[in-house]
């Protein structure tokens, strides 16, 4: 028989029992079934992230919780099992409980490891897309219109009356993601932080203060590719716009060119994304046809700017009627991220999809450990005829 190890008599004496040598084992005077622990599996990667505290359980009472690092988002799913997995304190703290008179320990059980309950499973961890829909629900409930464009009607209390408005801490308890992704979808959706609360600003809106913007380039013969925040600043907030809007018209619609943070940032307008700006706004009544669209498209394009339907995929979709081609808007960010939502839509908007028409319209859905091939797998059926014709694409 071995030799009995006796260096230590907790979960210690267990994972370092050295070959030709035993542990005795039994059941800890507290033994039970302790509903309140539960086995959780990390990955390597994590444990720094874990035994720093640096991660958080997100989800309201009627969903699924999920487990967020800074960066990532983890679904987390019970998996049984058919062995015995034993629990047993660290010997640091049996050592604590005898010290403490908390323990009826004898001097013979001094070198058996107690068992303080038998696991059945354990928690696993799976990388999961951030779920940001409710993002969109959530701050899609109060937009910022025309009426409310000022510092004063905008500093409301968050239950006051019919608005309901959500700070960070808010959207943190709300949406399940990680911070950093929570962060992202916040700009993907174009919001911005006014008086602490997290808003959106309506369409009427947002044509307002960049058209005041572009007015007053001409009259102030400012250059598109060189705009100076503080001269925009002053002269818009003279018009009756919030510094805080102007500001966030500059970052939603152009790009900062200057890298020094302690100078006065200077701004370049983006040429797609003021063009598709004002492609919907052309089309926010409804269908055209193409060459009527595009003679009025032209005309609002700011001088010195150049649109073209390259500029406006994922934005738009065309349909052939006859001998004439009609456009209308559908823009990819009006779509769920959900990834069995997002092709339902489409294809019940058009049931038959080209690559160059679809790509569009799912290239911004990410799915851990899924790439694009595995989505069209997934919630797609191709069908080509021959090699010299473009694949189709339907629902599966």
């Known amino acids: 028989m071995g030799k009995q190890h006796s260096e230590s008599y907790g979960a210690d004496s267990v994972l370092n029992v050295q070959p030709d040598s035993f542990v005795s084992v039994a059941y800890h005077h507290d033994f039970g079934a302790h509903e309140e622990l539960l086995l959780m599996e990390f990955d ?26 800074k960066s990532k988002t983890y679904s987390i799913k019970y998996v049984g099992t058919s062995n015995s997995v034993f ?18 320990e004898k001097e013979d059980d001094r070198f058996i490891a107690p068992v303080y ?11 999961i897309a951030p779920r940001l829909d409710r993002l969109k629900l959530l701050l899609s409930e109060n937009h910022v219109g025309i009426s409310e464009m000022s510092e004063s009607e905008m500093v409301l209390d968050k239950d006051e009356g019919s608005k309901v408005l959500y700070s960070w801490q808010d ?15 916040l700009e993907a959706l174009s919001a911005v932080e006014i008086n602490g609360y997290w808003r959106i600003l309506d369409d009427k809106c947002i044509d307002y203060v960049l058209t005041m913007l572009l007015h007053n380039s001409v009259l102030a013969d400012w250059s598109l590719d060189a705009l100076r925040e503080n001269q925009v600043t002053d002269m818009l907030e003279s018009d009756g716009v919030p510094r805080s ?8 619609h152009g790009s900062r060119v200057n890298e020094d943070l302690e100078m006065e940032s200077v701004w370049k307008l983006d040429e797609r994304k003021v ?19 595009m003679e009025d498209w032209i005309r609002k394009i700011p001088s010195g700017m150049h649109g ?15 001998i004439e081609t009609w456009v209308r808007s559908f823009s990819v960010s009006s779509l769920p991220l959900n990834p069995a939502e997002r092709f339902s839509i489409l294809f019940k908007v058009r049931p038959k999809w080209e690559w160059k028409d679809l790509e569009p319209f799912i290239r911004d859905l990410k799915v851990p450990g899924l790439s694009s091939e595995g989505l069209l797998l997934k919630y797609t059926r191709r069908t ?5 014709v473009e694949p189709i694409f339907s629902a599966r």
């Open 275 to 293: 063009c598709v700006h004002f492609a919907q706004q052309v089309l926010k009544d409804g269908e055209m046809k193409m060459e009527k669209f």
């Open 117 to 127: 309950k038998v696991a059945p499973g354990s928690m696993e961890l799976i990388e």
């Open 171 to 185: 959207l943190v308890e709300r949406v399940q993601a990680s911070d950093d992704e929570l962060r992202s979808g």
């Open 44 to 69: 390597e990667k994590l444990l720094p992230d874990v035994l720093s505290q640096r991660v958080s359980f997100r989800g309201q009472l009627e969903e699924d919780a999920v487990l967020c690092t």
């Open 308 to 322: 073209s339907l390259d500029m406006l995929q994922g934005e738009i979709l065309m349909e052939k009627i006859g």
């Open 245 to 252: 809007i102007v500001g966030h018209c500059l970052r939603v």
């Open 384 to 388: 080509q005829p021959s090699l010299d």
């Open 87 to 104: 629990l047993i304190p660290p010997s640091q703290l049996l050592m604590d409980e005898n010290a403490e008179g908390l323990s009826d």
